[in-house]
């Protein structure tokens, strides 16, 4: 094969890498595109308050919260003292919000996977197909050179489509019979 051919079958490789990586990344940037305003701002939300610095805040809160209302805080008054009930009050809408926020965030991201997992599924069957087609030809190619390799079981195995139905029924029984 001349050096110009061996080139161009790897820039085709290449390219066809970097394809699926557009297509990857388009999947995901066509999903965060389609947000809704409540997801975009869950979105926001949730990676600012999933950071070091609102784990300090609360910390740095907290203790000045209850110095304050422990008397430990010369010249200001307790305001909610010990059980702190309006503190819990605050943290426990606090544990709602953030939950919901989270929640709506993961949501979102789940769809985003169970895209990408079809998508996965898709190109799965796809490459099952073309290399059953590839050990087909090379079973071909072997026969044509004088080897015999109708007695390889394996081989014969492997030429036969996979049947994609039969994996479903056995995948979708495992999954009724784990309820």
Same mark, same amino acid.
């Given at each position: 094969?001349?050096?110009?051919?061996? %080139? @161009?079958?790897?820039?085709?490789?290449?390219?066809?890498?970097?394809?699926?990586?557009?297509?990857?990344?388009?999947?995901?940037?066509?999903?965060?595109?389609?947000?809704?305003?409540? $997801?975009?701002?869950?979105?926001? #939300?949730? @990676?600012?308050?999933?950071?070091?610095?609102?784990?300090?805040?609360? %910390?740095?809160? /907290?203790?000045? +919260?209850?110095? +304050?209302?422990?008397?430990?805080?010369?010249? #200001?008054?307790?305001? !909610?003292?010990?059980?702190? *009930?309006?503190?819990?009050?605050?943290?426990?809408?606090?544990a709602i /919000?953030?939950?919901?926020?989270?929640?709506?965030?993961?949501?979102?991201?789940?769809?985003?996977? !169970?895209?990408?997992?079809?998508?996965?599924?898709?190109? !799965?069957?796809?490459?099952?197909?073309? #290399?059953?087609?590839?050990?087909?030809?090379?079973?071909?190619?072997?026969?044509?050179?004088?080897?015999?390799?109708?007695?390889?079981? $394996?081989l014969q $195995?492997?030429?036969?489509?996979?049947?994609?139905?039969?994996?479903?029924?056995?995948? $979708?029984? *495992?999954?009724?019979?784990?309820?």
């Open positions: 094969m001349p050096n110009g051919q061996r %080139v @161009s079958a790897r820039d085709n490789a290449r390219d066809a890498v970097l394809s699926s990586r557009r297509l990857i990344h388009s999947l995901k940037a066509r999903a965060d595109e389609r947000r809704t305003t409540p $997801e975009k701002i869950a979105d926001a #939300l949730t @990676s600012r308050f999933g950071s070091m610095g609102f784990l300090i805040f609360n %910390v740095v809160w /907290f203790t000045i +919260w209850l110095a +304050w209302n422990n008397g430990q805080i010369p010249g #200001l008054q307790p305001f !909610d003292p010990f059980p702190f *009930q309006l503190l819990t009050m605050i943290v426990s809408l606090e /919000f953030l939950s919901i926020i989270v929640l709506i965030s993961q949501n979102r991201g789940e769809r985003v996977a !169970d895209l990408r997992q079809e998508m996965d599924l898709q190109l !799965d069957i796809l490459a099952e197909d073309e #290399l059953t087609k590839m050990m087909r030809m090379l079973a071909l190619l072997l026969e044509k050179q004088g080897l015999d390799v109708s007695n390889d079981t $394996e $195995e492997m030429l036969r489509p996979t049947n994609i139905e039969k994996i479903q029924t056995i995948l $979708e029984e *495992q999954i009724n019979v784990k309820k």
